[in-house]
């Protein structure tokens, strides 16, 4: 690691000052298979390296890609692991306090209560909880 922090594009390597002119350069100077087969090369090499299965938030140590990049590429973080041969975890107990904060999260990041689908498509867990969980977001439920 240097000093002044860089951002990678995972098919070229090309380096970046910011997140945001990486993933302009990501979106526009690479094909779908070739942001697909190098999204699923990092994500092999990222769940070897943890040694588990990667999470999402596992994103933000990586200087390859921001959280959101596999679901844009894939449609959904889940559908990323399973193209690189990585089963999500089938998790039916997940803590209320994981839950929540991963919730909180997500409705950070699409400014809105997520629901079941936003929870497909970007969430960790397939479950959203229940509408007690909801209702201790800092935004107001809209199921
Ligand atoms: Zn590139």
């Known amino acids: 690691m240097t000093d002044a922090e860089t951002y990678e594009c995972p098919v070229c390597g090309g380096e970046f000052s910011t997140p945001r002119s990486r993933g302009g350069h990501f979106g526009l100077s690479h094909s779908d298979s070739e942001k697909e087969e190098a999204l699923i090369c990092r994500l092999q090499n990222l769940c070897e390296g943890l040694e588990r299965i990667p999470k ?62 936003d929870m497909d498509e970007r969430g960790e867990f397939s479950s959203i909880g229940s509408i007690e969980t909801l209702r201790e977001l800092q935004v107001r439920p809209v199921v």
């Open 56 to 117: 999402r938030c596992d994103m933000e140590q990586c200087n390859w890609a921001s959280k959101s990049t596999v679901a844009s590429v894939f449609g959904s973080w889940n559908k990323g692991l399973v193209a690189a041969g990585i089963t999500p975890a089938q998790r039916t107990n997940i803590e209320k306090e994981e839950l929540l904060s991963v919730l909180q999260e997500l409705a950070d990041e699409i400014d809105r209560t997520p629901r079941q689908k």
